[in-house]
């Protein structure tokens, strides 16, 4: 049996590809105490110090035996990791190459004796790629402590290290994006400083190198008293002369460096909301603000906006966007928005790793350069913010920590954040300004009500507007509310709403612990109690929703009511305040709003049954989606949706694109909700349904956490052939995210499953999978069986088209081993098989794999005649993203025969298209066409 120790990160102990059960956080240090110095004995002394410090408990000996006899059950079946008793004291006797610890200082030893060049990078590239996290991630004593200090210090060294390979072979702009990270996260690196301006001035940008010697200059000797470095002030000198001996060698690749290249600026992001029509007052927190930014103009400023008490729905957004929208000049280099929804009843607040991702998708990151962990992140993102007059607008927070990785480190903008709650926090440990917001006075209470009943009408009823001002106790959104009710029903006389709504609130109590005033909940009920039963009927079941917003189409399926139907329902609902299409065709409410609709949902028709056509609306949907971006995927056995379900009609891969975008941050609360709900077939498929679309938009870490779901629910349903395809879609996240193991130990439990199973053809599958793994690993040598293995499989229970693919495959590997005759050979096999089964998609790609083989025989005629033929075919299909890396290697042979206007044209045209999706590979264009 295999055995693999996995210590940099959280401590896990595979065995066959399985996770053991390696007990408690105790038992766990015992292990790793060995594991640190496999192979050699551990003084029993040593061993008691290292787990417990200087608080051994009593007895600690027979304690100590007792988790040692534990471990030896967990790792019984493996005869290769044995846990013995020596004269020295306790040895684990297992191959060091077995624990990544020592494998990743093995890797790094050999990097070093390699040189400077492509081998060195490979194996720092894997000997970093080892590391999951925090060495000893769960775990902390003393010792522990001082051995990942040790490792931290070794992982920034071989860091370092492949820094000065990649900068050595020309490999610059595929740094920087990294390089800007690690500087902030370490600031005061001299050599992690002097890599990064060297990046920079050979990425065009020698005024930020400057600048940033500079700072780190001032910094040392405002802080340490100290000069830089002699090798860092010799480096500034080059820069500042602008030394040709700093010039780069040309570069081994080109890879997307996650930002702009020289003479590219960032994209301007303009993400604001619409500015409120009917915004009213606040004329003192206005000057407040303008007095605050006026006074950090150039520093940066952040102003926390909360509500005295606590309470929703008191203008909080809006006034920060009105502010936003009137001072927009303040901040030429754009605006971002996010609603961290820290308060909606229905779903959980945003994660800061989700805002993240958000703004550092709009701030034009390629997704291949977005870390994995959050810290990293957030030092990239404040890395490309730093010194830009950008405003950032974060609403609705629940607490200090979701706020504190989207803040800025130093900006010449400005950050409004809005919440309920005063964010102590932010304002002790961040220098945040505090704006509190009460309730509106009087006078704005009344012009605001004004302003919707028209002056005409208020002036005969005086008496009632005063009562209706002092029914909403100046709250904004309870004004707005009851002024659209009023508004609706034009007969209605002020006196008879006043009077509803008087008697309205002596009957009910506060909402939530006084998260809503008595006067919200009274206006709410009156004005639920006013519509129409099909939009009383439709509110109520929209408290079953979850997500930031909902579509028509999901509206209908939600009520079971046709699209025509529900869109004159919806329209009375927004008429009526209750909900806001702030989009056309998609509808939102106050979180405020969705919380009285969650109450009445519990009154309302049996909820499960319209959650479930919304379920099927989403799965339905979704899959035709799946099968526009994917024709050739094993499809799904979707039960029949339920009736009265209307599914979006999605006509071509556009549209299948644009929903999925639309659609992705709904997607995935339903995916969870689903599965909490007891959906369990849901939050089954849909993951499934989301893959390509994750894959082509580079949202990988969205998919690991969709596809974790969708594994607990195949779980929960005991479908084992859905955890295997599960697992298989889980490896390929984790792929994409370069978490080889992770990849790796996945696929090891597909391929386990899919045996059991008898399932030959799922063997296949996995088998293609762990080539295409090794492939990305750059092991086209370890890849080629596992093709050879999805060939004979495939040949046994598979179709025509089945076989193709992994002739082609096979073909794919023998190419990039450099064994191209051999390549030719198995891809006009495949080809002859594709055009058999009528299969398009298969031609073009077999077509692709001969013209990549043509090329690199220097057969550059027929390279062009294939990859035309594969432009042809992926032109008629309609995938355009195929047909944009085809565009891309007819370029590369274009340029190899000398016709570089032809070549520039093909990477143009790709660029373009790459671009349009979104898609990470449209970084190496851009440094082609550079």
């Not at 405003?391 to 400005?414: E, K, M, Q, Y």
């Not at 409410?589 to 609709?597: E, I, T």
């Not at 919304?614 to 094993?634: E, G, I, K, Q, V």
Request: one cysteine or more.
């Amino acid at each position: 049996m295999a055995v693999e120790f996995r210590v940099l990160g959280a401590i896990e102990v595979c065995v066959d590809g399985r996770p053991a059960d390696i007990g408690h956080v105790r038992q766990q240090c015992v292990l790793v105490a060995l594991l640190v110095e496999a192979e050699r004995a551990v003084p029993i002394d040593q061993l008691v110090h290292r787990v417990w410090g200087d608080h051994p408990p009593q007895r600690v000996r027979s304690t100590l035996h007792s988790y040692l006899s534990r471990l030896r059950q967990v790792l019984a079946p493996v005869p290769e990791a044995v846990i013995e008793r020596r004269a020295g004291g306790y040895v684990l006797a297992v191959d060091p190459m077995t624990v990544d610890l020592h494998r990743f200082r093995d890797l790094v030893t050999r990097a070093r004796a390699a040189g400077r060049d492509e081998p060195g990078v490979s194996l720092l590239t894997d000997a970093l790629g080892l590391w999951r996290g925090e060495a000893f991630a769960t775990l902390d004593t003393p010792w522990l402590n001082s051995v990942r200090e040790g490792l931290d210090a070794e992982r920034l060294a071989a860091e370092l290290d492949r820094n000065d390979l990649l900068l050595g072979i020309g490999r610059h702009a595929d740094l920087l994006a990294g390089l800007s990270a690690a500087a902030a996260a370490h600031p005061w690196d001299e050599r992690l400083a002097g890599q990064l301006m060297l990046a920079l001035y050979r990425c065009g940008r020698q005024a930020a190198a400057l600048d940033l010697y500079q700072r780190l200059r001032l910094r040392l000797a405002d802080e340490l008293g100290a000069d830089p470095s002699p090798p860092l002030r010799r480096l500034h000198q080059q820069v500042l002369t602008a030394d040709p001996a700093l010039d780069a060698p040309e570069a081994a690749t080109a890879v997307s460096a996650g930002v702009p290249p020289a003479g590219r600026r960032l994209p301007l992001p303009r993400q604001l909301p619409a500015s409120p029509s009917t915004f009213t007052g606040r004329a003192a927190e206005l000057a407040r603000l303008d007095e605050i930014m006026t006074a950090s103009a150039g520093r940066g400023a952040t102003v926390v906006i909360s509500a005295i008490g606590g309470s929703g729905g008191i203008g909080k957004t809006w006034l920060a966007l009105r502010w936003a929208h009137d001072n927009a000049h303040r901040f030429p280099d754009g605006q971002l928005y996010v609603n961290l929804r820290g308060f909606d009843p229905t779903t959980d607040p945003v994660a800061p790793a989700v805002a993240l991702r958000g703004f550092l998708d709009t701030l034009g990151v390629a997704p291949a350069d977005i870390p994995a962990d959050t810290d990293a992140q957030a030092a990239l993102y404040r890395s490309l913010i730093a010194h830009r007059r950008i405003l950032i607008v974060l609403d609705n927070a629940r607490d200090t920590a979701t706020v504190t990785p989207l803040l800025p480190g130093t900006s010449a903008g400005a950050v409004l954040v809005t919440s309920r709650h005063q964010l102590g926090g932010l304002v002790t440990t961040h220098g945040a300004r505090p704006l509190a917001l009460d309730v509106l006075p009087d006078a704005d209470a009344r012009d605001l009500l004004l302003r919707h009943l028209g002056r005409q009408r208020a002036a005969s009823d005086e008496r009632s507007v005063a009562e209706l001002v002092r029914q909403c106790a100046g709250l904004p959104l309870a004004l707005g509310i009851i002024a659209a009710r009023a508004a609706l029903q034009p007969g209605l006389s002020l006196a008879a709403l006043a009077g509803e709504l008087r008697a309205a609130g002596t009957r009910l109590d506060a909402l939530d612990a006084g998260e809503l005033a008595v006067n919200l909940r009274a206006v709410l009920s009156c004005s639920y109690r006013a519509l129409t039963p099909e939009a009383a009927r439709l509110f109520a079941l929209l408290g079953h929703t979850h997500g930031p917003d909902l579509s028509l189409a999901a509206a209908a399926s939600l009520a079971g009511t046709p699209i025509g139907a529900t869109r004159s329902v919806l329209h009375q609902l927004t008429a009526a305040h209750l909900v806001h299409e702030h989009v056309p065709g998609r509808y939102r409410m106050h979180d405020l709003v969705r919380l009285h609709a969650v109450e009445l949902a519990a009154g309302a028709e049996p909820g499960r049954e319209a959650l479930h056509r919304l379920l099927d609306h989403y799965l339905h949907t979704a899959y035709r989606a799946a099968l526009l971006l994917s024709p050739h995927r094993d499809p799904l056995t979707l039960t029949a949706a339920r009736p009265g379900t209307v599914p979006t009609d999605l006509a071509d891969l556009d549209a299948a694109m644009l929903w999925f975008t639309t659609e992705h941050p709904v997607l995935l609360a339903t995916i969870v909700h689903a599965g909490a709900a007891g959906f369990d077939v849901h939050a089954c498929q849909l993951p499934w349904t989301l893959a390509t679309f994750f894959d082509r938009r580079g949202h990988w870490h969205d998919w690991v956490t969709a596809q974790h779901e969708g594994l607990e629910a195949a779980r929960r349903l005991g479908a084992r052939a859905d955890q295997a395809q599960a697992h298989r879609l889980l490896a390929n996240a984790y792929s994409n995210l370069r978490r080889y193991e992770d990849a790796h130990g996945h696929l090891g439990c597909a391929l386990t499953l899919f045996g059991e199973l008898g399932d030959d053809a799922g063997r296949a599958h996995v088998h293609l999978d762990i080539a295409m793994l090794f492939d990305r690993q750059g092991l086209p040598r370890e890849a080629l069986p596992h093709a050879h293995r999805t060939l004979e499989l495939y040949r046994a229970v598979g179709t025509p088209l089945k076989q193709a693919v992994a002739l082609n495959a096979v073909g794919w590997y023998h190419s990039q081993l450099g064994e191209h005759r051999e390549a030719l050979g198995y891809g006009e096999e495949a080809l002859a098989l594709s055009q058999q089964a009528g299969s398009p998609y298969g031609q073009a790609n077999t077509w692709d794999s001969l013209g990549f083989a043509h090329h690199h025989l220097g057969e550059h005629r027929q390279a062009i005649a294939c990859y035309r033929q594969a432009l042809d075919l992926f032109r008629d299909i309609g995938d355009r993203h195929a047909e944009a890396l085809v565009r891309d290697h007819l370029g590369d042979t274009h340029h190899a025969v000398g016709d570089a206007a032809t070549a520039r044209e093909e990477w143009r045209q790709a660029l373009d298209t790459l671009e349009r999706l979104g898609h990470p590979a449209a970084g190496e264009l851009r440094a082609k066409l550079r």
